[in-house]
Nanobody, 127 residues
Framework: QVQLVESGGGLVQAGGSLRLSCAAS????????MGWFRQAPGKEREFVAGLSWSGGSTNYADSVKGRFTISRDNAKNTVYLQMNRLKPEDTAVYYCAAKGTTGWRVVYTARYEYDYWGQGTQVTVSS
């Protein structure tokens, strides 16, 4: 079992930056691939960024490529999402997710692939 707690959300003006954190507890964090998803009001939860357990492979949604960066610190059991040049359309609840895996370079992008989810943190970007 893995427990995930997101933090770092808030209100920011368009063009600004935020860094989300996801602290994990429970089983060995370093053996989990991690992902960030988001859900805007009235929309489906969508993939934002994913990271292999090794940290060597990443994947991003086209809408955030070049603006967002996912990273992890296994010593701190934490995964981060650095969000730069934020846009109003980035407004959503952001969720952290974990997937147990033996594939050290595998990145997961589908919701159903993830085993554990955090409670979410709100990000609001004003125009």
């Amino acid at each position: 079992q893995v427990q995930l707690v997101e933090s770092g959300g808030g209100l920011v003006q368009a063009g600004g930056s935020l860094r989300l954190s996801c602290a994990a507890s429970g089983r060995t964090f370093s053996s989990y691939a991690m992902g960030w998803f988001r859900q805007a009001p009235g929309k489906e939860r969508e993939f934002v960024a994913g990271l292999s357990w090794s940290g060597g492979s990443t994947n991003y949604a086209d809408s955030v490529k070049g603006r967002f960066t996912i990273s992890r610190d296994n010593a701190k059991n934490t995964v981060y999402l650095q969000m730069n040049r934020l846009k109003p359309e980035d407004t959503a609840v952001y969720y952290c997710a974990a997937k147990g895996t033996t594939g050290w370079r595998v990145v997961y992008t589908a919701r159903y692939e993830y085993d554990y989810w955090g409670q979410g943190t709100q990000v609001t970007v004003s125009s």
